[in-house]
């Protein structure tokens, strides 16, 4: 599962939820229409290149509100 936009590093993405900054994810392929909108998933990333960070983050109607 993937972040949008799409952060360079962990570190980006943490930030820009501390900050408040809409950040939403997505599960490309034939999975993209069951993405949760609610609870834990664990994302990868930068996308669609070969990845350097992974994270858990917490989703609450579909936004990421925490990161660990």
Known sequence: ?????NFK???ALKEAVKEGRVVTVFQPGPFSNNAPTDGV??????NYVMHRWYAEATLQNGRVVKVK
């Open 1 to 5: 599962m993937y972040a949008s936009p």
């Open 41 to 46: 998933v664990f994302l990868e990333g930068p």
């Open 9 to 11: 590093t962990k570190k």
